[in-house]
DNA sequence: AACATTCTCCAAAACGTTTTGGGAGTCAAG
DNA sequence: CTTGACTCCCAAAACGTTTTGGAGAATGTT
């Protein structure tokens, strides 16, 4: 509530002496050190945060820009992964913000806003494209960032990303072990790395298979653009039997699309990201999620040396994907 | 990029003058001030904002606490609502950042950290309970907020709200309108204002038409509680024909619960919120959502007056709830 | 010529903290 | 008595900005 000159004045010390009272310093006697701090409590003193951070040169705080753009980030996890950051960033006297993008504004102009005015130590990034200008910017900068996602950004940056060309392959391969022969691909927005990388699992497992690759459709990362990519690949004259979709919300409205057209129970169907929702679904949906335990810790972690200025190179990091089995991926194959 | 007295250094002006040709102030020349902005264009010049913060004592921001207790925020609207109150704060100059909740802590302790380290000139608080200890908080302390959502609170605070009572009673109403007797309530957390105000409405409309209200059952406003909540009410000698649901998360687990039971389309069913993913479930989810355009807009002003000191009666809005009829409420009524 | 007015500009203070570089006082050893 | 070490405290500077209260020069007015 009260300042520190006020709280000094109203002990009869000096601003130095409670400041470093409050701080633990060894220069100030234990007698001392607890009157402060009783007294400090008790006026319920936080320190003025814009004070300080100017004395320190240091914001304290990380920021993460929230994408707003055309799909929404998976929210059960992407929030569950923010808490857990912030937990552990604040055990490093770091405080951990998301910023909205205004309607009107890019996200890069967020990246400058709180980058250029010296708001934040670090930032996060999210639902990186494969070209991205947030990370060719916090580069120029070189602010300490790590992504979520990996980008073709030329210079290497700390990222933590699941290993979508590994597990989309091998949910490909698993159709095909299963006896399907015409396995689609329901993609994301090919500019985004995550569905351009989904996107080369499936293509790289067709051509293993010496299948052909022109079951794609590419559509918004929603229920909506999964629901019309699949409608367009039932219209194909040779309709596929099974389904390998970029994401759930895709593979959720590609569902409805597969009830509309003949009753939802002979097409085979996996997404990714594990949403809850999955569960819910009819038929409950198959899907595929990274692995890794504590996301948020290891997010945090990697700022964390990011700031205290390791290289890139040590920052990366690949999880395996893993399947959720449900029952979406083994509906009965029948023959063609 | 520079300091302050860099960029008047370079420019053989004085800080003064600079800061007041940045700030377009009419004491510096029209040929100055555009030197001025010139050079300052040139070399990335932003103002360090704690120092900005700390002389000005104004934060320049507001934060919006993220819950993530047990039920997510639906983030489809919740989003959206952000992004365009971030928008019409940023033309006030304030910015708006989401504070997620470090593991550990909670939404109070956060509030008590933005508040007392004077790092926000005002607060959104979004899913209140009807005892709200955040409320209390910030009343405490005075400073200007607006929630998402009624509370309890004896002192009257600026509140966007949509009228759940009058929804779902009007739902409940429609129900026993074609012909209905046996309507169920799957309700919320009774701690949350929104659960309870909605309940009350479905409590309302039933004692209206002379039916009895033990058809309810609360779960946690997510998918399994109203999977489980929708089981308890299927267990019980007489079913319900149709279901209320306090949310579409809360419908949808719902959903899956019918079909587990008694295929699914037997029992009509609503929900509130219109999430997308509604359109998608099997049958399509009739749900209900609140009315008003510009929602984010209407955050935004609220704050703003509340900032400017007008009284907490004339900041309150109720909004009317409105149906979105899809599919699942009108499932064939059955005779008992 | 004397005075008021307007136009530009600036030095200095202030915001609240942390940190630097000592300054008293006490005590024990030389 | 002097010296050095140690303990406890503090004055002042610094962080980078905005704002206050003029100063000096040019222009207009009597």
């Given at each position: ?8 004045q109203?002990?009869?010390l000096?601003i130095?002496t ?14 001392t050190?607890?009157?402060v701090?009783?007294a400090a ?9 814009s004070?300080?951070?100017?004395r ?25 992964m923010?808490?857990?950051c ?12 998301i ?7 890019s ?12 708001r934040v ?35 290497p ?11 989309f392959r091998?949910?490909?391969?698993r ?9 689609g ?7 985004y ?8 699992g ?12 022109d079951l ?5 990362p929603?229920?909506?653009g ?7 690949l039932?219209?194909?004259p040779?309709r ?15 569902l ?8 939802g ?6 997404g990714h ?27 945090a ?12 190179e040590?920052?990366?990091?690949l999880?395996?994907?893993?399947f959720?089995?449900r029952?979406?991926?083994r ?5 063609a």
């Amino acid at each position: 509530m009260a300042n520190l000159k006020q709280l000094a004045q109203s002990l009869g010390l000096s601003i130095t002496t409670v400041s470093r009272a409050l701080d633990g310093y060894a220069d100030v006697s234990a007698t001392t050190r607890e009157r402060v701090r009783e007294a400090a409590d008790k006026v319920g003193y936080r320190p003025n945060a814009s004070a300080r951070r100017l004395r320190k040169q240091r914001a304290e705080l990380v920021a993460v820009t929230l994408p707003s753009d055309p799909g929404h980030i998976g929210p059960p996890h992407f929030l569950d992964m923010l808490s857990g950051c912030a937990e552990h960033l604040a055990a490093a006297g770091l405080n951990l913000v998301i910023a909205p993008v205004p309607r009107g504004e890019s996200e890069l102009d967020i990246c400058r806003r709180f980058v250029d005015g010296r708001r934040v130590d670090a930032m996060l990034l999210v639902r990186t494209k494969r070209k991205d200008e947030r990370v060719e910017f916090l580069q120029s900068r070189g602010i300490p960032f790590v992504t979520n996602g990996r980008t073709e950004s030329l210079a290497p940056h700390p990222y933590i990303d699941g290993d979508g060309f590994a597990g989309f392959r091998a949910a490909t391969l698993r159709f095909h072990a299963a006896g399907h022969r015409r396995i689609g691909h329901i993609a994301g927005p090919q500019e985004y790395y995550f569905a351009h990388d989904r996107c080369r699992g499936w293509r790289a497992a067709m051509e293993e298979c010496g299948l052909a690759t022109d079951l794609c459709a590419e559509g918004a990362p929603l229920e909506q653009g999964g629901y019309l990519a699949a409608l367009e690949l039932l219209r194909q004259p040779s309709r596929p039997t099974a389904l390998v979709c970029a994401t759930d919300e895709m593979a959720i409205g590609a569902l409805r699309a597969l009830r509309e057209v003949d009753g939802g129970n002979q097409i085979s169907i996996v997404g990714h990201d594990d949403l809850p929702m999955g569960a819910f679904t009819s038929p409950p949906l198959s899907t595929m999620r990274m692995t890794g335990e504590h996301l948020g810790a290891s997010f945090a972690s990697l700022l964390l040396r990011a700031i205290a200025g390791e290289t890139a190179e040590e920052l990366q990091e690949l999880h395996a994907i893993e399947f959720v089995d449900r029952d979406s991926h083994r509906r009965p194959l029948r023959a063609a």
